[in-house]
């Protein structure tokens, strides 16, 4: 069947959601990832023209039908495509034929592959967690470093085990789990990095639905990556009234008793307490951001949460905060204007319809809005 998409129109086996992703006949296609190509995109004309003197080249590392490989092609980038199945290459090829578009393709393994050949811009989609293709990226891309992560259960704490194994953290499983996933996922991405004198930092970094997804600009310089190393630490939270609280570092001092309830608290991390995106530079993906995107209205509505989202390293979810208190919750417009009335910044967030940031504490927030 073919598949129309962002300008182009490819051929795929079958179609199937990220829930049944690799499993099934044919090359896998996720008709579900649209805004994140999209996005992807976006990102690609924002970097090529803010940061560089036009498109360079790409690498769709896991390629699988190519369809993001094509739409990077199709935006004017020197793509290659790779993945280890046979069938997929030979499918992006065919995409890349069918759009009289330019590009190579080979099966390979992608971790060799990246210890052979250099890219502007490497792309990282693996089935599963995206650690044991973190080095060989950090060696072969140059400019940036795109990471779609999927294995969020493990990222967010769901599956602790797992999370503490992979990731080299201790995730918990809180109410603000989305971003603990991501913060956990940039936190590995970060240390790993660093391990070659290579800073890493998120420019732009969403968490929707079931992935996270995350751009990370590289620069080199033991100097610089040990200031990326200094924005890690160690969170500790109260699973009783959700307090929480923060400290830069990478040795722990956690917190045992909770200051505002006297209940028992957890600590996560290290995780990345910096700005997970650039909000200037979410405004220019939202300028690049077309008409001809199929998921533009949602993309477009992202980047500007995303350009408007306060840095705190953990967000609130007014809904979690009233039902812990046994009370109704009121429109999340009137609770912002009431946080601000009582003098605390604060800001929606993207992780849901009914999150937001501030620095304030969980009993300044109840005083203000109570």
């Not at 080095?135 to 400019?143: L, M, V, Y």
């Not at 797992?162 to 989305?178: D, I, L, W």
Request: hydrophobic share 35%; net charge negative; with cysteine.
């Amino acid at each position: 069947m073919n598949v129309s998409e962002g300008g182009v129109t490819i051929e795929v086996s079958e179609t199937r959601d990220g829930a049944s992703e690799g499993t099934g006949e044919g090359v896998f296609f996720n008709p579900t990832q649209e805004l994140n190509r999209d996005l992807t995109v976006a990102v690609l004309d924002t970097w090529a023209e803010t940061e560089r003197d036009g498109p360079g080249t790409y690498l769709d590392a896991m390629c699988a039908s190519g369809v993001r490989g094509v739409r990077a092609a199709n935006a004017g980038w020197d793509v290659t495509c790779t993945d280890i199945d046979g069938d997929a290459t030979d499918l992006a090829a065919r995409n890349l034929d069918r759009n009289d578009l330019a590009g190579d393709t080979e099966r390979t393994n992608v971790n060799a592959h990246l210890y052979e050949h250099h890219y502007d811009v490497v792309d990282l989609d693996p089935f599963g967690t995206v650690v044991p293709f973190l080095d060989a990226a950090f060696n072969g891309a140059s400019e940036l470093l795109c990471i779609t992560a999927t294995d969020t259960a493990p990222l967010c704490g769901a599956h602790f085990e797992s999370g503490v194994r992979k990731y080299g953290a201790v995730p918990r499983n809180t109410e603000f789990h989305p971003e603990m996933g991501t913060r956990t996922l940039l936190s590995a991405s970060v240390r790993t990095a660093a391990r070659y004198d290579v800073a890493a930092t998120p420019v732009f970094t969403h968490a929707t639905s079931h992935y996270v997804r995350t751009y990370l600009a590289l620069d080199s310089g033991a100097s610089k990556a040990n200031d990326r190393i200094d924005q890690l630490g160690y969170v500790d939270w109260c699973n009783h009234c959700y307090w929480r609280d923060h400290e830069y570092g990478l040795i722990a001092d956690p917190t045992d008793e909770c200051p505002h309830c006297d209940h028992a608290t957890q600590t996560a991390g290290p995780l990345w307490l910096g700005p997970t995106h650039d909000q200037s530079f979410a405004a220019e993906v939202r300028d690049r951001v077309t008409d001809a995107m199929g998921e533009a209205t949602k993309a477009r509505r992202l980047c500007n949460r995303l350009e408007a989202e306060r840095h705190d390293p953990t967000h609130y979810d007014q809904h979690e905060l009233y039902g812990n208190w046994g009370e109704s919750a009121i429109g999340m417009a009137d609770f912002l204007d009431a946080l601000r009335d009582a003098g605390h910044p604060a800001s929606r967030s993207h992780y849901g319809g009914t999150t937001f940031k501030t620095p304030a504490s969980v009993g300044e927030i109840r005083d203000a809005v109570l």
